[in-house]
């Protein structure tokens, strides 16, 4: 069973920073990951998806990586705004399930 | 492009009550989700239907909740009798093709059932 796991829970910042975000997944057979943002009291929005052909997205002041053999993927934020601020969830679909599974998030704050 | 539309956006109900929610994806998509998030977690799928024909219901908890998605457009989730545990945001979201590694999913703005 796939589980996804998200480190760390929350991140406070100052604004102008470059940060990472972790994402880490159990079962290496993946079928492809995807990085969402959520705002409090709003859905889901898509940043960036990662194929498992794929090593790394680019959207923006957006980078994500993927490394399936160490069940691991980063997104990195360059330039940190507050605007950044929010909750960042990796979902990843497993070949054999082809199930979204969800990691808890990680709560950003940029600080002005 | 008009997103995933949801109604209702909140719903107070007490315990034993019944409840149901309205979901339009977006239109074309063939593959439509249904997800609780309890806060402070990710969401967990519910159940999943391309067209209309239902793929996972896997954690749809039966004896509760049904879904379904007649016409293979509009989808109703609906929870009979509510319990409190059930308080958490449900969310519906599309994607254009199911087993597409390309697909992306677009998510609605939730509905956040508070059951009393």
């Known amino acids: 069973k796939q589980e996804v796991t998200q480190i760390p829970a929350a991140l406070s910042v100052p604004e102008g920073e470059n940060l990472v975000l972790n994402c880490s997944f159990t079962?290496?057979?993946?079928?492809?990951l995807q990085w969402f943002r959520q705002d409090p009291g709003k859905g889901l929005t898509s940043l960036l998806l990662?194929?498992?052909?794929?090593r790394e997205q680019t959207s923006g002041r957006l980078n994500a990586s993927l490394d399936k053999s160490s069940g691991r993927s980063t997104l990195y934020i360059a330039a940190s705004q507050p605007g950044d601020s929010a909750t960042y969830l990796c979902?990843?679909?497993?070949?054999?399930?082809?199930?979204?599974?969800f990691g808890p998030g990680t709560r950003l704050s940029v600080l002005p | 492009e008009a997103g995933v539309a949801q109604s209702p956006r909140y719903k107070i109900i007490e315990k034993r009550q019944s409840v149901a929610f309205w979901c339009n994806p977006i239109s074309g998509h063939a593959t439509l989700y249904w997800y609780q998030q309890i806060l402070g977690q990710g969401p967990k799928l519910l159940i999943q239907f391309q067209n209309n024909g239902v793929v996972d219901d896997s954690q749809l908890p039966k004896d509760r909740f049904s879904a379904e998605r007649l016409k293979g457009v509009d989808s109703t989730l609906k929870i009979q009798p509510a319990k409190l545990e059930d308080s958490a945001v449900y969310l519906c979201a599309s994607s254009l093709v199911w087993g597409n590694p390309k697909n992306e999913q677009f998510f609605g703005p939730g509905t956040r059932l508070t059951v009393l």
């Open positions: 990662i194929q498992s052909s794929q």
């Open positions: 079962d290496s057979a993946i079928y492809n």
């Open positions: 979902a990843v679909r497993s070949n054999y399930g082809q199930n979204f599974v």
